[in-house]
């Protein structure tokens, strides 16, 4: 374990975890879908609006509007405001960035959103104005999108440690199996490995159960101290440690490691836990084989043994191992930035033990990681937090 | 290894023509030093004037040193192909149409990595020769081949799309009386063309080199004198949906600038033939063409003009003949852009004097026509768009390249 000198996150708390439950297509844009994720956080907590003082808001089709122009729009008076453009990392971003805001008395109440709308085109309008080296280098060759992107890292990474299609294939069932359990996961019927097997092809080796289903939806959560949480009486979890990093490994030729791995001594150390005290773990589902990398980078397992860890573990809930509680992007739909929050929207909620029907028993100490922005040829932000809840 | 294309079928005339459209195009300005490397058939890479290392995609400062000095450079070709994958169910039409694409991830020699469209042939882990290419949006692409020559390389189906080989394609040539016009109707048959219409003023009077067009397999001589709007329109309403490369080899040479050369006459001849012409010709043949950019195997694809390179840089001695041609050359920019929404490519092949009659005088070197003609060929095949043919043209690039008040004054003796 590495020594770190970063200052703890002592008196931060995290609580009322909401989903606005998903649709695969909405009329509504990315605004009206931010606001009613706000209206939830207001009314579970038993606040008004204007004790709100701070935002941080992350969301790919707000169109031109960003944080300061939703400050208006929802009738806010926040003196902390943050947007967050991180793709799948927004979360973890958002909520060390208001964990520091709240322990410096910056601002009391931070509300932490994600949102978005996915009209019939928005999806393709994404891909097409990613970023800058996609639209010179990246989307005028074949228009994958992330799964041509990520087909090739899957390509590479499976070659590269003799990953088979059914090593990663279970990873997405055991999911499926535990979105069965979310009332509010787009996909509602089971999946077994051999139709996991049987699917057909989108960007080889990157099949239709490896892929996201894009859809409207958002998440939040509030970021305060303790002392705010206990006078408003609301459960609330602690922040034990969270790592971010931006374009790590820049020299390896093809992505076979996150940022995660740079980091992983300092957030175990930071958080006094060892990966065999988290009691859940949401990882950044885009795509099984990312999963896999992660279970090697956030040190479940060494490199190259991702498969294995897989074949050895059950990631059901009620498993040895409980992972995507919810059932993960990949079965309950990625809202595009709202998929960054949804891992760690549900392990906030598995540690306060109001995770319902997916609910671990006895979770107490939850890992939730996130990885986004496929910039060019691999994913450049990743991050990871752990989170313990009030019986621990 | 790739099977040979097959000559297309007749067209079914009760089917729908497929409309072309076109592959994503937003591209960010320092990008665009890939459009130039590409139109000329150039590798280049952006190299740190500071360090010395390479870059890609296209930067604004070195990601080793963060120096400003990223100049596009001639670049080795060379990398080995890491990964690839077929987008089976891409988003955009353009490709959705054409799916399964293969595309792969190389890693240069050089340094960087490069997402690129693939040839068939190339395989994970070998070795491959990176190209530029112009897609049908007109925009730069980066393209991996097979390190050596496999067979039937050039029918490969997304090599194809890059270029406008002549194989199997039919072309008008527009002036058949030259002997520019001869030999490129020469060089284009034994490129593979399917059929070379050949444009000649008043067929019934006789021309030199007349034997070589008439009564040839895949020749047609077709009646063309394209200075006259309606004898352009009337062949394209007979032949306009049957061209799928346009070459204009439409020449009118005569000596002479402005104050030595009393009148306008001449002048308005130049322009007629020349300026006119191009325009009589692209407003007959350049919809058709447009409409025709994703027609199966044998659709359109060039349109190619040959100019003088004295449409860059005045040369007084050919003073209005130089200005005649800098407003074709203005004119084929317009073209470029009109015809791109079919994907059909512009080429601008430029060239010094020829040897041929109107450039008696002038002393050697001297284009040969057959030259021209092969140039033609081989930019058609690779995909180019600017082509500069000869010891003098490349000498006048390079010079205005360096300063053209330099070549502004010298080229006044």
């Not at chain 1, 200052?7 to 909401?18: E, F, L, N």
């Not at chain 1, 706000?38 to 609006?49: D, E, H, R, Y």
């Not at chain 1, 729009?73 to 964990?99: E, N, Q, Y």
């Amino acid at each position: 374990m590495t020594n770190t000198l970063r200052t703890p996150y002592d008196g931060v708390a995290i609580a009322a975890p909401v989903t606005i439950p998903y649709v695969r297509y909405s009329i509504e844009s990315a605004q009206w879908w931010i606001g009613r994720a706000l209206s939830a956080l207001v009314a579970q907590a038993g606040i008004k609006a204007s004790d709100i003082d701070g935002l941080c808001v992350s969301s790919f089709t707000m169109g031109t509007d960003s944080g300061v122009g939703l400050t208006q729009h929802f009738g806010l008076c926040v003196r902390w405001l943050d947007t967050i453009p991180l793709g799948g990392a927004s979360a973890i971003a958002g909520l060390r960035k208001a964990a520091r805001a709240v322990q410096a008395h910056d601002a009391d109440i931070v509300a932490c959103v994600a949102g978005d709308t996915n009209y019939v085109d928005s999806f393709r309008l994404t891909l097409e104005n990613f970023s800058r080296f996609n639209q010179d280098a990246v989307y005028p060759y074949g228009a994958g999108g992330a799964n041509a992107s990520f087909a090739l890292i899957a390509r590479n990474y499976m070659r590269t440690f003799g990953v088979t299609r059914e090593d990663v294939g279970r990873i997405a069932v055991a999911q499926r199996t535990n979105a069965l359990r979310n009332p509010y996961a787009l996909m509602k019927t089971p999946l077994t490995l051999e139709q996991y097997l049987a699917a057909r092809p989108i960007s080889d080796p990157i099949h239709l159960f490896d892929c996201v289903m894009p859809c409207a939806g958002a998440e939040a959560f509030l970021v305060m101290r303790d002392e705010t949480a206990t006078s408003l009486g609301l459960p609330a979890a602690r922040l034990l440690s969270t790592i971010e990093r931006h374009n790590a490994f820049a020299d390896d030729p093809m992505q076979v490691r996150g940022g995660w791995a740079m980091d992983i001594g300092e957030l175990y150390a930071m958080a006094g836990v060892k990966p065999d005290d988290l009691d859940v773990v949401q990882t950044y589902d885009d795509y099984p084989v990312i999963t896999m990398m992660q279970f090697e980078d956030l040190g479940f397992c060494k490199k190259g043994e991702g498969a294995e860890f897989v074949r050895q573990h059950d990631l059901t809930i009620d498993g040895d191992f409980p992972h995507n509680t919810s059932g993960g992007q990949l079965s309950v739909g990625q809202a595009g930035a709202a998929g960054a929050y949804l891992g760690l929207v549900e392990g906030l909620r598995q540690v306060l033990g109001t995770a319902g029907p997916t609910q671990v028993s006895n979770a107490s100490v939850a890992l939730a990681s996130g990885f986004g922005m496929i910039n060019y040829d691999r994913g450049l932000a990743s991050g990871a937090a752990i989170l313990a809840g009030p019986s621990r | 290894m790739i099977e040979p294309i097959k000559p297309p079928p007749r067209k079914n005339p009760l089917l729908r023509t497929r409309l072309p459209a076109s592959p994503p195009r937003p591209r960010s300005r320092i990008s665009h030093g890939f459009t130039r490397a590409a139109a000329e058939g150039r590798f280049m890479l952006q190299c740190c004037a500071a360090c010395g290392s390479f870059a890609y995609p296209a930067r604004e400062a070195c990601p080793s040193c963060l120096s400003a000095g990223l100049a596009f450079v001639d670049a080795p070709r060379r990398g080995t192909l890491l990964a690839e994958t077929t987008a089976r169910v891409p988003s955009d039409v353009y490709f959705r149409e054409r799916a399964p694409w293969r595309i792969g991830l190389v890693k240069m020699d050089c340094g960087p990595t490069i997402v690129t469209h693939l040839h068939a042939d190339c395989a994970e882990g070998a070795a491959v020769r990176m190209s530029l290419q112009l897609d049908k949006s007109g925009q730069a692409v980066a393209f991996a081949h097979p390190e050596g020559e496999t067979p039937n390389m050039a029918d490969d189906k997304q090599w194809r799309e890059m270029t406008a080989d002549p194989k199997f394609r039919r072309v008008l040539v527009t002036n058949g009386r030259s002997v520019i016009g001869q030999e490129v109707v020469a060089a284009l048959k034994a490129a593979g063309a399917k059929t070379v219409f050949v444009g000649v003023a008043e067929p019934w009077r006789p021309f030199a080199g007349e034997k070589l067009l008439r009564g040839q397999d895949g020749i047609e001589i077709v009646t063309l004198d394209a200075a006259d709007e309606k004898s352009a329109a009337d062949l394209a309403a007979d032949i306009g949906g049957k061209v799928d490369i346009l070459v204009n080899t439409t020449e009118y040479v005569r000596p002479g600038g402005l104050l030595d050369r009393r009148g306008t006459s001449t002048a308005r001849d130049e322009i007629d033939q020349a300026y006119l012409g191009f325009i009589n010709l692209a407003q007959a043949f350049g919809p058709a063409m447009r409409m025709r950019g994703a027609d199966g195997i044998s659709n359109s694809a060039a349109w190619v003009n040959i100019l003088s390179i004295y449409a860059l840089a005045n040369w007084p001695a050919f003073g209005a003949y130089s200005a005649s041609q800098a407003a074709c050359l203005s004119l084929s920019h317009c073209l470029r852009a009109e015809l791109r929404p079919g994907g059909v490519r512009v080429m601008n092949l430029f060239t010094g004097p020829v040897d041929t009659e109107w450039f008696q005088t002038v002393p050697p070197p001297k284009v040969a026509p057959r030259a021209i003609a092969q140039a033609i060929v081989s930019g058609l095949r690779g995909g180019l768009e600017e082509m500069y043919v000869g010891d003098v043209a490349e000498e006048i690039r390079q010079r205005l390249a360096a300063n053209p008040k330099a070549l502004e004054r010298e080229l006044d003796r």
